[in-house]
């Protein structure tokens, strides 16, 4: 079992705080994306929920946990899927939430935060200055500050999606998971190297933002200027060490893909899967794009992280060229 | 408890007989949708499964049995859905299948039909003389004939979606059902009817392919010429009695929409809940579309029945007017 900062017997016990609604998302073969990918393809599908990404499972944790003996408010930074999700989990135990995103994040996503009743204020800069505005409001305020990736409860509650692949395992050889802030990472590959070590963990990253695979290539934070990639949902900068020190833990390997692989992957799984996704999403396709002959012949499950997408963006971004 | 073919202690059995990825599809509310349709609305998702549509439910009944003690071959006819689950089924048992469809039918779904090993014979007409022709077949070769709607396990199959769904009952007002042979409807219908009475249940046709619906209303069956409907999946012509007596017993409600309310719904579905779907599992929204006041304030689930859709056609349909 790898020493990471989470565990297994909390992960076990988290699906009884998590509704429903988010477990057991449909895990199935898509034969049809098998034809032109040349590797078996199942999908894990974390969009057929209330807020269409995985992230409910990490907030419905923190949510409940504030909700038994907590401060009443949570403040998050989030490019939108996180706020999205905290904002519903809180919504449902009369907790306030406040997300901070920045205003160029996707708009589909901010209209959903400010339609499940949060806060939302945007600050002029990317995801990180929106974690440093967020950890600003949580001191002066005395909130929760909820740090994706960092709070074990975000990677534990992403983490049961682990249990529901182990439960599948050994039918498949590799897992490809999004890799940004990490929190998808560890927690799935926490679980598999747990209790399915024979499976491959290999996280996908936009080679537009790859801090987090630089520096798990070189075992040591290293962190980027900016960033330029479509998958808005994994555009980090500056990686967090825990979460760096567990996914060096877990992973075996960590890739960077070209945003025209992704944008190829999104296609497919349209046309092949009838599947809406957003960019992060398509990582794990776009993964087996780029290296069809380290996948050939084998068994390969993609976590379908979210469909959060802005329907106008989506429609230029799969128009053929 | 109603007194159709259906058998609710069969029904209850029958998810042991079903592959579990056809189960416990998701049903979530969308409350993005809501915002545009007046009502609450809560998606049944049967189309994240390897057929994309909720036939394998009764497919994987009639190949159970087919493998227990039947003869090892079967012939359908298919507007495509009901094939491509048959296949699915059949494959995964060793039992010979064979589709007859219209040559006019969707190509998506005709090939994956032929991708799964299925023989596929096209006629050159409409799904009612595909039905004609796969008799033909059964009785020259003495194999299996699976009439959708007719057979009990197509209907008990899928009956299992309305187990899933009086789990949630009451948190629900009204449920909206495609019609076109019956299986769906009856099969939900039966079950709602028998452990959630309460609940109303709603079909939902084209006006281009009314025949079960004039049938409902009038009490006796009544045909059509001809059908005129971008939603192949339901598009019969003549409703067999055995199974309109079923919906009259389960059935408080039939409507009848127009093919602009069914591309609306299409074009919502993918707007606002990020799905892609075909015709016949948009025919929920339309009903809304068409009768706002009806459902206004109301919680009304949609059974989002299938996603095979030819893109082309597709596309052309959502396209922005």
């Given amino acids: 079992m790898p020493a990471t900062r989470l565990d297994t017997a909390r992960i076990r016990a988290a699906p009884r705080m998590i509704d429903s609604v988010f477990l057991d998302s449909p895990l199935y073969r898509c034969e049809a994306l098998e034809a032109v990918l040349g590797c078996a393809v199942s999908i894990k599908l974390e969009t057929a929920n209330p807020v269409r990404s995985f992230k409910g499972r990490g907030t419905e944790l923190v949510a409940g946990l504030l909700a038994e003996n907590g401060p009443r408010a949570a ?3 989030s490019a939108g899927n996180l706020g999205q999700a905290l904002a519903w989990s809180g919504r449902g135990r009369g907790l306030d939430v406040t997300v901070v995103a920045s205003r160029f994040a996707s708009t589909a996503k901010l209209d959903r935060i400010r339609a499940l009743d949060a806060r939302l204020e945007l600050v002029d800069g990317d995801f990180d200055m929106a974690r440093e505005r967020a950890a600003a409001i949580a001191r002066h305020d005395g909130i929760r500050l909820v740090e994706d990736s960092l709070d074990i409860e975000t990677c534990e509650g992403a983490a049961t ?11 498949f050889d590799a897992v490809l998971i999004a890799l940004g802030g990490g929190a998808l990472a560890t927690g799935v590959g926490h679980v598999l190297k747990t209790l399915a070590p024979e499976v491959e963990v290999i996280c996908v990253q936009p080679a537009g933002a790859p801090a987090m695979t630089r520096s798990w290539h070189r075992r040591r934070v290293v962190t980027t200027e900016s960033t330029d990639t479509i998958a808005d949902g994994v555009a980090g900068r500056r990686p967090i060490p825990d979460v760096l020190d567990d996914l060096l833990l877990v992973a075996d390997d960590a890739v960077l893909v070209e945003e025209g692989s992704i944008i190829a992957g999104m296609r497919m799984l349209l ?16 993964a087996i794009l780029e290296d069809r002959a380290r996948f050939a012949g084998r068994h390969v499950v993609t976590v379908v992280c979210g469909g959060n997408v802005d329907m106008e ?3 230029r971004w799969i128009r053929r060229p």
């Fill in 271 to 286: 046309d092949h899967a009838g599947l809406v996704v957003e960019p992060s999403a398509a990582l794990g396709v776009a």
């Fill in 313 to 315: 963006a989506y429609h």
């Fill in 75 to 77: 403040v998050c930074a």
């Fill in 161 to 171: 999606i682990g249990l529901e692949l182990a439960d599948a395992a050994p039918s």
